[in-house]
């Protein structure tokens, strides 16, 4: 399993690596490999919580994982939301495959029709998304919600260049694109992780808890929404150019993106997801 070569079609074999090489190919598998975990685990919450408590016990129940789920007499926002949260578990699965170079070589088809369905649930999250920011807003400020706001257009602008590209037979230029709309749709897994390895690192520093503002909530949204983009656009330039010295930069901003995803996960899982699923 490799996302390397989502940009690089033609990996150098293992025999012709150099060590920065070889740790610039394994830094990318490892970050990719933390974020499948990821996956893994926001996945589960979103089947056990919403997808089990809503069959179980009622959507009313939403409540419990996020105050702003159910509004009893609101039918559209009820079934946004429940078509934002829903729609994402199939998204979040059938997305990372797209990624998976061995996937794409060998089951062709499979990435041409489950690509469709990932730009279709993509699109249709974010609007969703874009729709219940407007009606039932959330915590913090407009440029925070702007930033949100940022992802869900990137997802939209991605999935119309991606597919533009391949039309045009462009496959270089698809993957670019296609890399851009996964990181775009995975942006709000980043805030979440990136969010929780601040406050087990950092406690509230840089955070104002009333209103869930502050430099650091602002420094995690750049981080999650803005970031992922222009490290894809560096890794294109470092492949294109076999640039060495940004090729380390890229491994170790990789490599601690990765520790910060293990330590977000982990305090996520024990400290609100499994409390909410159980409690
Ligand atoms: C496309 C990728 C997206 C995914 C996978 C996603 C997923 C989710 C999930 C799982 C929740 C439930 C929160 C929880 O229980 O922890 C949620 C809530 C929410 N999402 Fe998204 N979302 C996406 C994009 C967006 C975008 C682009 C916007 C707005 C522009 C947005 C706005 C919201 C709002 C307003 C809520 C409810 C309030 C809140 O969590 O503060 N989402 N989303």
């Known amino acids: 399993m490799s996302a390397t070569n989502t940009l690089t079609p033609d990996p150098l074999t293992p025999t012709t690596l150099t060590p920065s090489a070889k740790l610039y190919d394994t ?9 499948l ?13 919403y997808g089990f408590t809503g069959l179980s016990e009622g959507v009313s129940q939403w409540n419990r994982f996020n105050s702003t789920a ?14 934002h949260v829903l729609l994402a578990i199939v998204m979040i699965m059938g997305g990372s495959l797209q990624l998976m170079p061995a996937i794409r070589r060998k089951y062709r088809s499979f ?5 469709r369905l990932f730009v279709t649930l993509a699109c249709s999250i974010s609007l969703a998304g874009m729709y219940l920011l407007l009606s039932r ?12 706001a940022f992802s869900g257009i990137m997802v939209i602008l991605s999935s119309f260049f991606a597919i533009r590209a391949i039309r045009n037979a462009n496959v270089a230029l698809h993957q670019r694109w296609a890399l851009h709309l996964f990181l775009a ?15 087990t690192l950092f406690g509230t520093l840089g955070i104002n808890t009333a209103d869930f503002t502050g430099p650091a909530v602002i420094g995690v949204s750049v981080l999650s929404y ?4 222009i490290i894809a656009q560096l890794i294109w330039m470092a492949n294109h150019e076999n640039h060495v010295l940004l090729k380390i930069c890229i491994s170790v901003t990789l490599l601690l993106v ?6 977000g996960l982990f305090s996520l899982t024990f400290g609100i997801w499994y409390p909410t699923i159980t409690g």
Not at 37 to 49: D, E, H, N, R
Not at 111 to 115: A, L, M, R, S, V
Request: charged letters at 5%.
């Open 27 to 35: 830094s990318q598998k490892i970050g990719f490999s933390c974020l």
């Open 37 to 49: 975990i990821a996956q893994a685990f926001f996945v589960s919450y979103l089947i056990a919580g």
């Open 70 to 83: 159910y509004v009893a007499g609101d039918y559209l926002g009820n079934a946004m939301y429940a078509a």
């Open 111 to 115: 990435h041409k029709y489950n690509g």
């Open 137 to 148: 807003g959330t915590v913090s400020t407009p440029l925070l919600h702007g930033l949100t």
């Open 185 to 199: 749709a995975n942006g709000v897994l980043f805030f979440r992780l990136f969010i929780f390895a601040w406050m």
């Open 226 to 229: 803005v970031t992922p983009h």
């Open 258 to 263: 990765s520790a910060a995803f293990l330590i």
